[in-house]
């Protein structure tokens, strides 16, 4: 079986601070992992992905996140928070062979101006 | 590439009332995925189809739901009777088959409110 865990339903920073959302994924074998983000009354818009090429994926919006075999992580991380990345992200984990996207509980994200 | 559209983007239902909702692919994906959202939680799945085939369902697709593929493009999700508990977020997203590190685009979702 495989699943997503992501720490922290809520997570506020400041405006210009650190963002750091946490996913753990649980899986048999390496994953597809990917990040979404979602704004109020919309659907789902794809920030990055991991899918064995590099442990070190940039996405959208000045976003990356790293995988991390050892600790069965994928971080998202944006040195400097905007106003504009107060939003719904969500961890996905998708294994070959394994057709369904599986997305964690979420992580809302506020800035505080 | 027009995305993934779905139409309505709002719903509202009285309780008992049947309700279809329609979701177009990117043209040239294959394979057709239906999630439900609720409030606070992760998109969760309902059932994918691989052109018009539909090959599987999840067991929160009740006897009510239904959804179609017909000629392997567009799809519609109808609930029948609908409840209370019907109420959510309904995405839409396509993808390649064969090509799962893409992942998925979704469309902009249908939000169902029944009253």
């Known amino acids: 079986a495989q699943s997503v865990t992501q720490l922290g339903s809520h997570v506020s920073v400041s405006e210009g601070a650190l963002v750091l959302l946490r996913c753990n994924y649980s899986s048999s074998v390496p994953p597809y992992l990917f990040w979404y983000v979602q704004y109020p009354n919309q659907g789902l818009q794809l920030l990055l992905k991991?899918?064995?090429?590099?442990?070190l994926v940039k996405g959208i919006n000045g976003f990356e996140a790293e995988f991390k075999k050892s600790e069965t992580s994928f971080h998202l991380t944006k040195p400097s928070a905007h106003m504009s990345d107060a939003a719904e992200y969500f961890c996905?984990?998708?294994?070959?062979?394994?057709?369904?996207?599986?997305f964690g509980t979420g992580t809302r994200l506020t800035i505080i101006p | 590439d027009t995305g993934v559209s779905q139409d309505p983007r709002h719903k509202i239902t009285k309780r008992g009332q049947n309700v279809t909702f329609r979701c177009d692919p990117i043209s040239e994906h294959n394979r057709l995925y239906w999630y439900r959202q609720t409030l606070g939680q992760g998109p969760e799945f309902l059932t994918y189809?691989?052109?018009?085939?539909?090959?599987?369902k999840s067991r929160l697709l009740s006897d009510r739901f239904s959804a179609e593929r017909p000629k392997g493009s567009f799809s519609t999700l109808e609930i029948q009777r609908t409840e209370q508990g019907d109420s959510a977020m309904y995405l839409c997203?396509?993808?390649?088959?064969?090509?799962?590190?893409?992942?998925?685009?979704f469309g902009s979702g249908t939000r169902l409110t029944v009253v």
């Open positions: 991991y899918t064995s090429a590099a442990t």
């Open positions: 996905a984990v998708l294994r070959g062979g394994n057709e369904k996207l599986t």
């Open positions: 189809f691989q052109n018009e085939a539909q090959l599987e």
């Open positions: 997203a396509s993808s390649i088959d064969g090509q799962p590190n893409y992942g998925y685009t």
